[in-house]
Structures are given as structure tokens and as C-alpha cells.
């Protein structure tokens, strides 16, 4: 039982490229999550889905998209990386509104040069 | 501004001490969360509080839900070289999950 996947484990980008961050959970959970964490910041949420095909903003969404085309997976994009964006993110799910609990991936650290 | 305030964000003790963490919040939560993360590891679950005044024990860890469901603290008895990591309170608001900044807590032999 996999629970929560995350790909790639590291990346390394130049300022100005693009990629997308892939979540995958299997345990049929209708939330799921993207958060960044850096230093003294605890984990700040980027983007959240309630439900398949529905994505919605969360603290810091500025320079990143997200889409859910699936109930499993969850891709998160950078158009256009800048440095700003060097950290660690994680990937969580969970069973909806009722109940938060969450699961997470075991991160992607990115670093922008 | 951060909607959960956590302190103290460092705390560094010996074996044996006890510590108490806390996490607090102007606003009304149905729910708190309590999480805990090793290096190079996601979050995971440590317990959830739901009703105010609610106490949880988990062997030597005690978790509390304040009565006007804004607050809870995480207090640790007699702690171990094994406790030590980040500890992260969060609570949800419609469909969202919102984190605390963390306490990282250091516990040395």
C-alpha cells in the first residue's frame, strides 16, 4: 500500500524553466494538498483540491498552477521557476471536510539556480 | 500573518525534562491536528483533537483542546533522545489545511 507518492525526489532547475510536481495516492481521498516548507516556516499550502476537477487557492499561490484531472493524482506546475521558489514540497491527501487528517508524500526538494 | 501561532519555535533540553508546546489561534477551528517530522520525511500524524477541553494521552505525550476551540498545547513528560524533530500543530477551514510554524524540539542525552 503506497499511500502517498511524490515525483521526482530532487530536481535541480535554472531560473526561467518549467516542470510539474506529480502526486499520486491510492487510498481514494477526496482532498488533496500541495504545501512548500522552508526554514521557520513550518508548511504553507499552495493549491488544494476538494474533489476531482476542482483546484482552489491556498496561502502562497503566486508562480505555481495546479490540475486534478484525476481523483488520484495531483500535479503541481512551475511556469517559470525563480530562485524564490527553492524548497521542499510536499504533497498531503485526506478523506474531505469532515475529517482532515492527512497523509503525506515523502517530499520533492527543488532547488533554482 | 500566520492564522496558528506555535511557540516557543526552539526548544533544546536534556533527557528526563519535561516541555510543554503551544498553538494558538484567533479563530475557531472544528479541529485540531497534531503532526511530527524526522528529517528528510514527510509529516505524520500524531492525533486529533475535536472538542473543546478535550484531553488526548499518547504514552508520555498529553494533547489539549482549549475550551473555546482556538488553542491546544502538546505537553511531553519526561522526554527522550527519541522525541526529538519538528512538531506541527494544524486545523482546518473550509477544505483547507493550515499549518503552524513549528517547533523544533532537541533533546539531548
Known amino acids: 500500500n503506497a499511500g502517498v507518492t511524490q515525483t521526482p525526489k530532487f530536481r535541480v532547475l535554472k531560473t526561467g524553466q518549467s516542470m510539474t510536481l506529480l502526486c499520486a495516492q491510492d487510498m481514494n481521498h477526496e482532498y488533496m494538498y500541495w504545501y512548500r516548507q522552508d526554514p521557520g516556516m513550518g508548511l504553507r499550502l499552495i493549491h488544494y483540491s476538494v474533489g476531482e476537477g476542482t483546484t482552489a487557492k491556498g496561502e502562497v499561490p503566486d508562480g505555481y498552477n495546479v490540475s486534478r484531472l484525476k481523483k488520484q493524482n495531483f500535479l503541481l506546475g512551475l511556469e517559470s521557476a525563480a530562485p524564490s521558489q527553492t524548497s521542499v514540497y510536499f504533497c498531503?491527501?485526506?478523506?474531505?471536510?469532515?475529517?482532515?487528517?492527512?497523509?503525506f508524500g515523502q517530499g520533492t526538494r527543488l532547488t533554482v539556480v | 500573518t500566520q492564522l496558528l501561532e506555535q511557540s516557543p519555535q526552539f526548544l533544546s533540553i536534556q533527557e528526563g525534562e519535561n516541555l510543554t508546546v503551544y498553538c494558538n489561534s484567533s479563530s475557531v477551528f472544528s479541529s485540531l491536528q497534531w503532526y511530527r517530522q524526522e528529517p528528510g520525511e514527510g509529516p505524520v500524524l500524531l492525533v486529533t483533537?475535536?472538542?473543546?477541553?478535550e484531553v488526548k494521552k499518547l504514552k508520555r505525550l498529553t494533547f489539549q483542546f482549549g475550551d473555546a476551540r482556538k488553542d491546544s498545547s502538546l505537553h511531553i513528560t519526561a522526554a527522550q533522545p527519541g522525541d526529538t524533530g519538528l512538531y506541527l500543530c494544524a486545523g482546518g477551514q473550509g477544505g483547507k489545511l493550515i499549518f503552524g510554524q513549528g517547533t523544533e524540539l532537541s533533546v539531548k542525552p
Open positions: 498531503a491527501s485526506s478523506l474531505g471536510r469532515w475529517n482532515t487528517e492527512a497523509f
Open positions: 483533537v475535536v472538542t473543546g477541553g
